[in-house]
């Protein structure tokens, strides 16, 4: 945009000097009565400045045949200013624009200031996308070197100074040429304001505010000041030596001036960034605490202390939503080191808040975050004389609202009376509806788990009550037939004994095959219910005796191997492995499919693992959740009760490997010794 208005002030002045030319109005072509005008080849050479300027400006994205038009307008300005500065350092103005108005300009053409001008400017075009070095452009510093004659003209006019806009005993360089000049450089300058010094400049950088207020007065204050100090010295108000003196006064005291007004400028900036930097640190600490917390019990309290801490507030309190008795009630606080606000705390959780009524109850009733300057001073804040204790004044709070609705407030306090700051409110409305999205996600995931626990209780219990059925049916149709028959036998060898003693011991031998039948049968229930090898022979023994037992009685290979076990188990621990272990063997065997099994049994330094793999046909185990997999919730029950782990990977036809880890400090809590007395 300044390009093109540099280009447009130019063809509009070059034309304007082209019609003073051919209609002889001297205004035109010099502005100020009685001083140099603009030759008819300067305004020609401007027009083909500007026009490639302007071309320049349009091909900016690359077009090739404007970029070619814009190089060779350049290059015909490049030529007028090499002949003018070649003609005068042989001696020779060569005349070049005395063809048509030799009448009116007389002997003298082209001055020299203007040549080297023109020979600069179409230079800085023609070098304008070339880069000497990274990042440096020299186009620039040759329209600044243009600049800077120019403006040498412009301010020998402004002082009136007849040396300052003309050369020796060349004719001065005319006001319209030394503007136009002036106009041209920078508008070429600004023709690629993306680099080198216009990009550092025009930055959106504390660099480029403090260069945007300090260049305008470092080019306007001196110029000002030097004109100022003439004026008086010419109208005899001042001496030479004073008015330097006082122009440096002046300098020192207005760039002072300058000086620190840009320093607080830059403060407030610095401040305005680092306040933004604290509002995101303190967003990204609340995102990362609501990843990974599991509770709400966990999280909000963290929340409180990480707000107050990034922010710098004294005291945090959550009110949350009590909807049978409709008001918010104080459900957490947190303090600073410091301690300041155990008054304010302290009565907060002793009230509670309706609609409309005080900060929480405010922005209750709007549904949005809301700031106090000074709470002591509010007229709707009831807790203002324990605030006047702690010496609190500001505050401000949001509202923590779910996909459901309204959940409760968070609202911080602090020493200092702070102004509202609108983008702090603004960020923590979406912060609000983050925690209540959060509290609603983990109240239902709560009551999902609930619900399930109890789905699950529901079903142990009813396999509970299965295995008694069962056992009692064994009891009933094995032990209870047999003692019954065994009755009989004994009833009916008391009634007619045998009378030969052969026959006699023939039928004592019946019945005590019989007892011994009936002996193993309680045996093997007894078993069932809780095996007797673990308590007698410990846990690795007793795996061993299952693994030959299931091998022996199904035909399923399986590999046991144990490592550095100790021999100090408690039974709880002992126990839950050992029916892992069975259930386990139990399901390869029924589903699996498989031919050989593995089962590892290894100790260490914190905890004892069980690992069992089998390498049979496999199955997911999501597909069992919510319809049977009995055997799998109560092994996830046994681990979860010894504080243990368990994992279960079982792709299809990958085989199952079923892994448990039981930490020793649980199994040191169990073994330790009841205490007594």
Same mark, same amino acid.
């Given at each position: ?235 005899? !108000? ?273 019945? !005590? ?165």
């Amino acid at each position: 945009m300044m390009s093109r208005a540099a280009s447009g002030f130019a063809l509009v002045v070059s034309g304007s000097v082209l019609l003073g030319w051919q209609f002889d109005l001297p205004i035109l072509r010099s502005i100020l009565p009685g001083r140099a005008a603009m030759s008819p080849l300067t305004a020609v050479t401007f027009v083909l400045i500007a026009t490639a300027l302007w071309l320049e400006t349009e091909s900016s994205g690359g077009h090739r045949p404007i970029r070619w038009l814009a190089r060779a307008a350049a290059s015909l300005a490049l030529l007028v200013g090499l002949v003018t500065v070649f003609g005068y350092d042989l001696g020779e103005n060569l005349s070049l624009d005395q063809s048509r108005f030799l009448d009116r300009l007389g002997t003298d053409g082209i001055e020299p200031h203007t040549g080297l001008c023109f020979v600069l400017l179409s230079a800085a075009l023609l070098l304008l996308d070339s880069e000497s070095r990274p990042r440096v452009w020299p186009a620039q510093f040759i329209l600044l070197i243009s600049a800077v004659i120019s403006l040498t003209s412009l301010l020998g006019y402004a002082y009136g100074a007849e040396a300052g806009y003309g050369l020796a005993r060349y004719i001065p360089v005319a006001l319209p040429t030394a503007a136009t000049f002036f106009v041209l450089s920078v508008g070429t300058l600004w023709a690629r304001p993306g680099r080198g010094l216009v990009a550092v400049v025009t930055a959106d950088d504390q660099g480029g505010v403090l260069a945007r207020r300090l260049l305008p007065a470092a080019i306007l204050v001196p110029a000002f000041l030097g004109w100022l100090r003439l004026v008086a010295e010419h109208r005899g !108000l001042l001496s030479t030596e004073l008015g330097i003196a006082i122009m440096v006064v002046v300098s020192a005291v207005l760039l002072t001036a300058l000086i620190v007004a840009t320093c607080q400028s830059l403060h407030r900036v610095d401040l305005i960034r680092k306040a933004g930097e604290r509002r995101l640190a303190t967003q990204y600490a609340t995102t990362a605490i609501l990843g990974r917390a599991s509770s709400l019990s966990e999280a909000l309290p963290q929340i409180l202390e990480a707000i107050g801490k990034n922010l710098d507030w004294s005291l945090a309190i959550h009110w949350s939503f009590d909807a049978e008795q409709h008001v918010l009630q104080c459900a957490d606080t947190w303090m600073a080191p410091s301690g300041t606000g155990q008054a304010l705390a302290d009565q907060s959780r002793r009230m509670t808040f309706p609609n409309g009524v005080g900060l929480p109850g405010r922005i209750w009733s709007s549904g949005r975050s809301a700031w106090i300057v000074d709470v002591v001073r509010d007229t709707n804040f009831p807790r203002a004389p324990s605030a006047t204790v702690d010496g609190l004044h500001g505050a401000f709070g949001f509202p923590v609202v779910g996909p459901s609705g309204f959940l409760g407030v968070m609202e911080f306090f602090s020493t200092e009376i702070r102004e509202p700051d609108d983008a702090l409110l603004e960020m923590f409305d979406a912060v609000g509806r983050q925690i209540g999205q959060f509290i609603e996600r983990t109240i239902a995931q709560a009551e999902l788990e609930r619900a399930r626990r109890a789905a699950e209780a529901g079903r142990l219990l009813q396999a509970q009550e299965n295995e008694a059925r069962r056992i009692a049916r064994e009891l009933h149709d094995d032990l209870g037939q047999g003692l019954a028959l065994l009755t009989v036998k004994m009833d009916l060898l008391r009634q007619k004994p045998p009378e030969a003693a052969d026959q006699l011991g023939a039928r004592m031998q019946e019945l !005590l095959a019989h007892v011994r039948h009936l002996s193993s049968s309680v045996h093997d229930l007894s078993h069932q219910l809780h095996p007797s090898k673990l308590e007698q022979l410990g846990l690795v023994a007793a795996i061993g005796g299952l693994c030959r037992e299931l091998t022996h009685h199904h035909g399923l290979k399986i590999e046991f191997t144990h490592d550095q076990m100790s021999a100090a188990i408690s039974p709880d621990t002992a126990l839950c492995l050992y029916r892992i272990a069975q259930e386990g063997l139990q399901n390869a065997i029924k589903h699996s499919g498989a031919q050989q099994a593995e089962v590892a049994l290894n100790g260490a330094a914190d905890a004892i693992s069980l690992r069992i793999v089998d390498h049979g046909r496999g199955f997911d185990p999501r597909q069992l959740h919510g319809r049977s997999g009995l055997g799998l919730v109560s092994m996830r029950e046994r681990v979860r009760f010894l504080g243990g782990e368990i994992a279960i990977d079982s792709p299809p036809s990958g085989g199952t490997r079923l892994y448990v880890r039981v930490p020793l400090r649980e199994i040191v809590r169990e073994t330790a010794p009841p205490r007594t007395g």
